[in-house]
C-alpha cells in the first residue's frame, strides 16, 4: 500500500548551492512535493526545485502511527500550502489524523480513493528540519500525526487465480470460506488485512472487510480437510485463527499460509478449479505432488513478514533422510508423533515409522528409536511396536518388540491413526514410549507401553533424554528395501517447548547415524519458524528407491531381526 501525501504552494526565502557558504534568495516560487510512505521518497517540481543544487530528501515514517518530518535543500516561508491525501495502489485504506479542528495556514482538497481524513495535530511554530544544504520550512506546520487505520487486499490463488472469498457475503459467524473470481464491486467479502497477534506470536489474524470476522480453522480441529470459516476473533485459544506466510520453496512468488495450531495450510479442495470450492486446512504437501492449490499471492500489495522453508537435507527429503528437530540442543520433553493415513499404504516388504531421536554428548544412550512397523511376514497381519537404542559406539542397550495391533490385511487402511508417545521424568530422560493404533471409525485397535526401566538389566544410567530427532518412512526392520505401491498421510509433531526443523544434525548429538532401511518415500517441506507443533505431508513415490551407499565417518543403524 503507498499514501502519498503532496504539499502544493508559493513561497519565498533562500538556498544555499552545494558546496557554498553563501546563500540566494527567491521570491513567489510556486512548489510542489510528494511524499510516499512506503518508498520514503520526496520527489518535487517547480520552480523553487528546478534548479541544479537542490536534491531530494527523505521522509521517516515510525512505524503504522507517527510523525513525518521533511528535509529537502531550500527554506520557504509560504503564504499557503494545499494538503492532499491519496491513494496510490488497489488497496483500500483510512488515512486518519488528530484531534485538532482548524489548519492553521493551510486547507486540505477533498481525499481521492476510499479515504478518509479528519484534521491532523497543528502547531503554528514553524518546523525547521536541517540537511547539509539547508532546511524547509512550512509556516504552520509543525509536524503531522497519521494512522493508517486498515489496508485491505483480494488474495489470490495460484491455482487459477481465484480468490478468498466468503460465501454468499454471509456475515453469520461460521460462514465458509471458498475460492471464488474477483469480483469489480460488492467485494467486501473479498478483502482482508492483516492484523498482528498482539500476544507477539509474530503470527497474524486475517481479518475480512464485511464485518471484521477473521479466517478460522472449524472447531480448532487439527484434522486434514477441516473447513475453513469466517467467525469472530477471539482473545483466547487463538492458534486456529493465526497464521503465518512461508515462501515457495520453488521460488514461485507465491506463498504458503500456514496455521499457528498445527501447521496445516490454507488449502482449496481436492485442487478444484471451480468457482466456489471450499477452503480448508490440509498439511503442506510435497512438490511431487502439486501444491498450486495451497499458493497464495496479495493483490495489489504483501504478505507481512514472510518465513523461509527449510532447505532439504544434503541427499534429499525422502526416505531415511528427514528434516531434523530440535529444541535449540536443550532436552525435547512431551514429544508426540502422530501419523494419519490419507490413502491406503501398501509395501512390497511391509513397511515402519521410527521416531529416530539422537541424545547430547555427554550421554551414554546415545541413539534412541521408538517404531511402529508392519511385519510382512506375520499372520494374522500384525503392527508392532519397539524400543531399540544405542550407545555412540554401536552397543545395544534396549531391543524390546511388542505386538501392538491385527490389521484386516497386510497394508494400513485410509483414516487408520497411529501415535507414538514418549515419557519423560523430571530431568528431562526417556523413560518409556506409548503407542497406539485407531481405525478409520476411532476405535482404538492397540495400545502398548514400553517402560524402560522394567526391562531387563535397564538401569537409570541407560536413560537419556533427546535434544533431536527425524521421522522416518521406510522397510520394517533389518536394513531392508521396500517398494511403497501406494500411500501418503501427514505426520503431526507436538511438544512441550519449541521444536526447530533442521537440514542436519545439530552440534550437540553424540551420534550422526541414519538408519538402514529404505523406501520410496518423500515428506513436504517445513517452515523455518520454531513453533511447538508442526504438521508434514508424506507420500509414496514413483521414483525406484535405491540401496544405501554408506558415506564417511557415518554409522549406519540395523535394526534387530523380528520376533
Known amino acids: 500500500m503507498k499514501i502519498t501525501l503532496t504539499f502544493q504552494g508559493v513561497g519565498s526565502g533562500s538556498v544555499t548551492p552545494t558546496g557554498s ?4 534568495s527567491f521570491s513567489d516560487s510556486a ?48 503564504p499557503w500550502v494545499n494538503f492532499v491525501v491519496q491513494l496510490t495502489s488497489s488497496s483500500n485504506a483510512a488515512v486518519v489524523g488528530g484531534s485538532s479542528t482548524s489548519f492553521a495556514g493551510y486547507n486540505v482538497q477533498s481525499a481521492i480513493g476510499p479515504l478518509t481524513l479528519s484534521a491532523p495535530d497543528v502547531n503554528i511554530q514553524p518546523r525547521s528540519v536541517a540537511t547539509s544544504f539547508g532546511s524547509f520550512i512550512l509556516t504552520g506546520v509543525k509536524s503531522e500525526m497519521f494512522t493508517i487505520v486498515a489496508a485491505y487486499y483480494f488474495i489470490k490463488s495460484k491455482l487459477n487465480g481465484n480468490v478468498i472469498d466468503i460465501q454468499g457475503a454471509s456475515t453469520t459467524a461460521g460462514a465458509l470460506l471458498d475460492a471464488y473470481p474477483q469480483k469489480t464491486t460488492g467485494t467486501d467479502n473479498q478483502l482482508w488485512e492483516f492484523v498482528a497477534d498482539p500476544a507477539g506470536s509474530g503470527c497474524y489474524f486475517i481479518k475480512s472487510m464485511l464485518n471484521g470476522n477473521v479466517i478460522d480453522i472449524e472447531g480448532a480441529s487439527t484434522k486434514a480437510d477441516t473447513l475453513l470459516d469466517a467467525y469472530p476473533q477471539k482473545s483466547t485459544g487463538t ?47 510435497a512438490e511431487a505432488a502439486g501444491y498450486d492449490n495451497q499458493l497464495w499471492s496479495v493483490v495489489g500489495g504483501a504478505f507481512p513478514s514472510v518465513v523461509a522453508t527449510v532447505p532439504a537435507p544434503s541427499d534429499g527429503l525422502g526416505s531415511d533422510y528427514n528434516y531434523l528437530l530440535d529444541s535449540n540442543c536443550n532436552s525435547l520433553t512431551g514429544l508426540t508423533v502422530t ?69 484386516p490385511s ?27 493404533v485407531f481405525d478409520n471409525t476411532g476405535k482404538s485397535l492397540g495400545n502398548q507401553t514400553i517402560t524402560l526401566l522394567s526391562l531387563s538389566g535397564v538401569t537409570s544410567a541407560d536413560l537419556a533424554p533427546i535434544v533431536a530427532f527425524q521421522l522416518d518412512f521406510v522397510d520394517y526392520l533389518n ?13 503431526t509433531y507436538t511438544a512441550s517447548s519449541n521444536m ?21 518415500s518423500v515428506y513436504g517441506v517445513l517452515p523455518s519458524k520454531a513453533n511447538q507443533a508442526f504438521t508434514q505431508f508424506f507420500q ?24
Open 21 to 24: 557558504t553563501e546563500a540566494e
Open 31 to 78: 512548489f510542489t512535493f510528494s511524499l510516499t510512505t512506503d518508498t520514503t521518497q520526496i520527489s518535487q517540481s517547480g520552480n523553487v526545485f528546478n534548479t541544479p543544487f537542490v536534491t531530494g530528501g527523505t521522509v521517516s515514517i515510525a512505524g503504522k502511527s507517527g510523525t513525518f518530518s521533511v528535509p529537502v535543500s531550500a527554506q520557504i516561508n509560504s
Open 239 to 285: 492458534d486456529n485463527q493465526l497464521w503465518e506466510f512461508v515462501s515457495d520453496p520453488a521460488g514461485s512468488g507465491y506463498y504458503f499460509i500456514v496455521s499457528k495450531l498445527n501447521g496445516n495450510v490454507i488449502d482449496i479442495q481436492g485442487a478444484s478449479t471451480t468457482a466456489g470450492a471450499l477452503l480448508d486446512a490440509y498439511p503442506l504437501k
Open 339 to 407: 501419523i494419519n493415513v490419507f490413502t491406503d499404504i501398501v509395501g512390497s516388504d511391509g513397511f515402519g515409522f521410527q521416531l529416530n531421536a539422537y541424545s547430547a554428548k555427554s550421554d551414554y544412550d546415545a541413539a534412541q528409536q521408538y517404531l511402529i512397523y508392519l511385519d510382512p511376514h506375520s499372520s494374522p497381519p500384525q503392527l508392532y511396536c519397539m524400543v531399540d537404542n544405542w550407545t555412540a559406539s554401536n552397543t545395544q542397550i534396549i531391543n524390546h518388540i511388542v505386538p501392538l495391533a491385527t490389521l
Open 410 to 436: 497386510q497394508q494400513l487402511p485410509a483414516g487408520y491413526q497411529l501415535v507414538i508417545s514418549l515419557e519423560n521424568e523430571t530431568g528431562g530422560n526417556i523413560t518409556g514410549a506409548t503407542y497406539s
Open 479 to 491: 536394513g531392508g528395501i521396500t517398494t511403497l505401491s501406494s500411500g501418503a498421510g501427514a505426520i
Open 500 to 520: 526447530t526443523p533442521l537440514s542436519a544434525a545439530p552440534s550437540c548429538v553424540d551420534w550422526n547415524y541414519i538408519t538402514l532401511e529404505r523406501a520410496n
Open 540 to 563: 509414496a513415490s514413483t521414483a525406484a528407491v535405491l540401496p544405501v551407499t554408506p558415506k564417511p565417518g557415518t554409522v549406519l543403524h540395523k535394526t534387530s531381526p523380528r520376533p
